[in-house]
């Protein structure tokens, strides 16, 4: 019975683990597609407006509550790669963001977990 309830929450814990990580990796993906629109990099939600991640039911909500952060940057480069050191976009709102362990989108969209610690570095201060 221990075995199946560990086996249970490691499948849920799995579970919402790729759904944040599709989340970040959306974001960051609309952080370029707007700027591929406008010329100019968003600064704001509604600067997000018409990117596939705001037509996804429920996402602009997402973004206003700050279940998910987006670090408004001014000076990305508009390949992705040459951004790799930057990050995008990261969890506000989970279990382990709560616990120093914050999932990030990077500037070149790998989704990696992060230490407050290095979001500290980095001058990005956790919500």
Not at 49 to 76: A, C, H, I, N, S
Not at 79 to 103: C, H, I, K, Q
Request: with cysteine; net charge neutral; proline share 3%.
């Amino acid at each position: 019975m221990v075995a199946l309830a560990v086996a249970f929450v490691c499948i849920e814990v799995d579970i919402a683990t790729k759904s944040i990580q599709f989340d970040l990796r959306k974001i960051g993906e609309s952080v370029y597609e707007a700027h591929s629109k406008s010329g100019k990099w968003p600064a704001q939600i509604a600067d997000l407006e018409g990117t596939e991640y705001l037509k996804m039911p429920q996402r602009r909500t997402m973004l206003d509550e700050g279940v998910f952060v987006v670090v408004w940057q001014e000076d990305l480069d508009p390949n992705p790669a040459v951004n790799a050191n930057r990050v995008l976009a990261y969890d506000n709102s989970s279990l382990l963001s709560r616990f120093g362990s914050v999932w990030v989108c990077r500037g070149d969209l790998r989704i990696e977990r992060m230490s407050a610690k290095d979001m500290q570095a980095l001058k990005i201060r956790v919500q």
